[in-house]
């Protein structure tokens, strides 16, 4: 086994996916708040994504700027992830804790971010002709994060390859429930202060009359 520093850690687990997790869980290491930064940055690197790449790129650049949609495909996905696979791991017999699903998870998604900020800073500097290194690197970041999520999945549920799959597939599933489920009571509750607000106006409507 090795010793690190929490940094240290989480470079471990970024170049040695399959034997760094396992370590990760065996030395009860991982740390919340670096877990926390990593998931404000993936918030940064999708803001920087959409209103900082090339302009010859970018075909979602706005001048009215939006977060709300930015921080649902950060923040809210990320946290529904943790929660739908916290969820399902005692249906699939997980040894998963919710604290290190999010550890995890977060930890995995670190190389999808530094390579979301290196294709911003690329496609800065390259024409249209040479998008494929843009391309390059994103698809990179991507592979490469899926491959640490399915590593971190494996090792925080002790699962077997193809269960890990099977999990992760169906923490999708969970995560477009609740999700929806969310919307339905955001709307409910949107209805209900419509009818509460309108029979306010009108209660005072009469008094004042």
């Known amino acids: 086994m090795y010793e690190f520093t929490q940094m240290g850690w989480l470079k471990h687990v970024i ?10 869980r ?11 930064i990593i998931v404000f940055l993936l918030f940064v690197a999708m803001v920087a994504d959409r209103q ?6 970018n075909t979602a650049y ?4 939006n977060i709300v949609p930015l921080l649902v ?14 969820a399902l791991c005692t249906l699939f017999d997980g040894e998963g804790t919710l604290k290190k699903i999010c550890i995890y998870s977060a930890y995995a998604l670190v190389p999808y971010i530094v390579c979301t900020f290196l294709a911003v800073f ?17 698809y990179l970041g991507i592979i490469w994060s899926v491959v640490l999520m399915v590593q971190a999945m494996k090792a925080a549920h002790q699962y077997t390859f193809g269960k ?4 992760m597939f169906f923490t999708i599933v969970a995560m477009l429930l609740i999700l929806f489920l969310a919307i339905l009571l955001l709307s409910l509750f ?10 306010y106006t009108e209660i005072s409507y009469r008094i004042r009359g």
Request: aromatic content about 22%; overall charge negative.
């Open 15 to 24: 170049f040695h996916p399959v034997e760094g997790f396992e370590d990760l």
């Open 52 to 57: 900082l790449t090339g302009f010859q790129f």
């Open 122 to 138: 690329v496609s800065n500097f390259i024409v249209q002709e040479e998008s494929i290194w843009m391309n390059a690197i994103s």
């Open 73 to 86: 495909q950060s923040v809210v996905y990320f946290f529904t992830w943790v929660i739908g696979n916290w």
């Open 190 to 199: 949107q209805q209900v202060y419509a009818f509460g607000y309108s029979i």
């Open 164 to 167: 890990t799959l099977v999990s």
């Open 26 to 36: 065996w030395k009860k290491q991982g740390s919340i708040k670096i877990a926390m």
């Open 62 to 65: 706005v001048k009215v700027f």
